[in-house]
């Protein structure tokens, strides 16, 4: 039995269906090897745009053609949101913002495999993950990037907070799934709503996360599962010391409709990072 209100707003499963999940893990994942705890380089010049200029405008093609129609039926305009207030009162209505892709990823009861519906329900998540998170950055850039911080950022978030208030034993925890647990190369994506946050809060979290993979890792001795989630912990401590110095991102002002300060505006012609 559901535990989440039913939704007022569904899903377009003509555009949001097993098959569209399953393209989006593929091209997100493509290079990496079966079981394989870690990326290989091409694959994380891909993600992170580290490759040629042609390059990072096919993937971002890619990305565009596979999934545009998907974001695009619960844009603004079709599925609005309430205004933002806080991250607090964001965080509170979690469950109500996130409903019609909870749906989407609870287990059903009945089906005569236990096992294959909670893998489903798993990769899923994931799926909504970067569809939201990533392939959203890549397909909205430029003067198109606010939509990101302010509507799909929001949904990612609320979907991540419910996920992570579900025990580790429960099948909504879907970041513990046995598929993705050792394998930072894939539970990694659960968690980078939180390092897109401008809540401190939320980065406290990820590094919290961050610390476990790493503790996990080291158990397993995989070193180079260390290495990966190491990487990130770096580019986790870059994004938190922007928050710490302006208590938010300033390269996103211009895109949200916020005013920039004149230091915020100095910092950010002298070299400021732009990225999250």
Request: charged share 20%; with cysteine; hydrophobic share 35%.
């Amino acid at each position: 039995m559901s535990t989440h209100p039913p939704p007022t707003f569904t899903l377009n499963n003509s555009l949001c269906n097993p098959t569209f999940y399953t393209t989006i893990r593929s091209i997100w994942f493509s290079d990496v090897p079966p079981n394989s705890t870690t990326p290989p380089p091409s694959l994380s010049k891909k993600w992170f745009g580290r490759g040629t200029a042609a390059e990072n405008s096919a993937f971002d093609s890619l990305c565009t053609s596979t999934a545009r129609g998907a974001l695009d039926s619960i844009s603004p305009k079709n599925y609005p949101l309430p205004s933002f207030v806080d991250h607090s009162t964001d965080e509170a209505a979690a469950i109500t913002l996130a409903a019609p892709f909870l749906s989407e990823i609870e287990v059903k009861e009945g089906t005569g495999d236990d096992a294959a519906e909670y893998r489903r329900a798993a990769e899923t998540a994931l799926s909504l993950f970067l569809l939201l998170d990533q392939f959203s950055r890549n397909i909205f850039r430029g003067e198109r990037q606010g939509v990101v911080y302010t509507h799909y950022d929001r949904l990612s978030l609320a979907l991540l907070k419910v996920i992570l208030s579900a025990s580790d034993s429960n099948p909504a925890a879907s970041d513990q799934h046995p598929l993705f647990l050792s394998s930072p190369a894939l539970r990694t994506w659960f968690y980078m709503p939180l390092m897109h946050s401008e809540a401190l809060a939320d980065h406290d979290l990820l590094s919290a996360l961050q610390w476990k993979m790493i503790a996990e890792a080291q158990v397993r001795g995989d070193e180079g599962a260390v290495e990966f989630v190491g990487e990130g912990q770096k580019f986790e401590e870059m994004h938190r010391r922007i928050l710490e110095r302006w208590g938010r991102y300033p390269h996103r002002n211009e895109a949200v409709g916020r005013s920039t300060g004149a230091e915020e505006e100095e910092w950010l012609r002298g070299g400021g990072e732009r990225f999250g």
